[in-house]
C-alpha cells in the first residue's frame, strides 16, 4: 500500500509559476512510478507527467511538455512538479497518483491517489 499526500496549490496570475508536491510512503516504494493528473470542472482526469522511481525516466504531456518539470526528492520520499509559464487552461485539481513498474497515461492503470489539490490561473 502507497500513501499519497499532495500540497502547493494556489491561485495565481497567468505566467507566474507554482510547485506541487506529493509525499509518498507505504511498502515498496521503489518499485513505483509516481504521476500527476488534472481534472477541469465538467472535464476527464488528464495525465499531466510521470517519473519512474527505479531509473528516473519522464514522460510529460504536450501540453505542457517546456513548462512543467518533475523532480524527487530520495530522502523524502516526494516528487514534485515544477509549473512556469502558467495558463488559465492550466486551471484544475491537480492529483498524485502512483502505481508499480512502468509510465503510463491511463488514470484508471494508477492504484493509489492522493485527494487532489486546486490550481487555479488567472487572465
Known amino acids: 500500500q502507497v500513501q499519497l499526500v499532495e500540497s502547493g496549490g494556489g491561485l495565481v496570475q497567468a505566467g507566474d509559476s507554482l510547485r506541487l508536491s506529493c509525499a509518498a510512503s507505504g511498502r515498496a516504494f521503489s518499485t513505483t512510478t509516481m504521476a500527476w493528473f488534472r481534472q477541469a470542472p465538467g472535464k476527464e482526469r488528464d495525465f499531466v507527467a510521470g517519473i519512474r522511481w527505479s531509473d528516473r525516466s519522464t514522460d510529460y504531456a504536450d501540453s505542457v511538455k517546456g513548462r512543467f518539470t518533475l523532480s524527487r526528492d530520495d530522502a523524502k520520499n516526494t516528487v514534485y512538479l515544477q509549473m512556469n509559464s502558467l495558463k488559465p487552461e492550466d486551471t484544475a485539481v491537480y492529483y498524485c497518483?502512483?502505481?508499480?513498474?512502468?509510465?503510463?497515461?491511463?488514470?484508471?492503470?494508477?492504484?493509489?491517489w492522493g485527494q487532489g489539490t486546486q490550481v487555479t490561473v488567472s487572465s
Open positions: 497518483a502512483g502505481k508499480h513498474w512502468y509510465i503510463t497515461r491511463r488514470s484508471a492503470d494508477y492504484n493509489y
